[in-house]
Nanobody
Framework: QVQLVESGGGLVQAGGSLRLACVAS????????LGWFRQAPGKAREFVSA????????YYPNSVSGRFTISRENAKNTVYLQMNRLKPEDTAVYYC??????????????????WGQGTQVTVSS
């Protein structure tokens, strides 16, 4: 099993940037693909990004592509989400996720087995 702890959330003005971090513990970090989901008030959880075991492949939905960048630092058991040109609609709780298998779709919530507790990101207009 792996435990995930996010940090880096906060309040930022539209157009600004934030970098989220997620530290994993409890198992070999490179056994897991990692990702981020978010949930805004009153809305379903939304896939934000994913990164493969080696970090060679990354995935984004259109809503964040070109603005967000996911990366991982295996030596520190940490995955990052760099968020640039933030918009008010990016306001949500952001969750770090992990899984140990390929699955059928990176954006499928039920295929991510491990979840962090979430960190709030608020973008003011």
């Amino acid at each position: 099993q792996v435990q995930l702890v996010e940090s880096g959330g906060g309040l930022v003005q539209a157009g600004g940037s934030l970098r989220l971090a997620c530290v994993a513990s409890g198992d070999t970090f490179t056994n897991y693909a990692l990702g981020w989901f978010r949930q805004a008030p009153g809305k379903a959880r939304e896939f934000v990004s994913a990164i493969s075991w080696t970090g060679d492949s990354t995935y984004y939905p259109n809503s964040v592509s070109g603005r967000f960048t996911i990366s991982r630092e295996n030596a520190k058991n940490t995955v990052y989400l760099q968020m640039n040109r933030l918009k008010p609609e990016d306001t949500a709780v952001y969750y770090c996720v992990a899984r140990g298998f390929i699955g059928t779709g990176w954006d499928l919530e039920y295929e991510w087995r491990y979840w962090g507790q979430g960190t709030q990101v608020t973008v003011s207009s």
